[in-house]
């Protein structure tokens, strides 16, 4: 399927409705973006895949937890000191 968009401000396109059905695409899905030198590739990020690997190998549930908030505290001071 072949499909032309419009890049606006910020970077923002718009996925036709035929696209996003066809990719499985819903909103408020998050995307991973991947770039391989002049292609864009748009996945949809399953985020129970992402918990389920973190909480393999774990003896309880709380040490799962534990480690999901950890990495959750990662990322946001990660993503601040990208910002700042």
């Not at 391989?36 to 748009?42: A, G």
């Not at 918990?51 to 001071?77: I, P």
């Amino acid at each position: 399927m072949l499909s032309v968009v419009r890049v606006y401000i910020k970077g923002i396109i718009v996925l036709s409705k035929s696209v996003r059905e066809k990719a499985g695409i819903e909103e408020g899905m998050l995307l991973k973006v991947l770039v391989d030198e002049c292609k864009i590739v748009l996945k949809p990020l399953d985020l129970w895949d992402r918990v389920w690997g973190c909480s393999k190998d774990r003896e309880t549930v709380e040490d799962a937890e534990r480690d999901l908030d950890r990495e959750e505290l990662l990322f946001w001071r990660r993503k601040r000191s990208l910002e700042g």
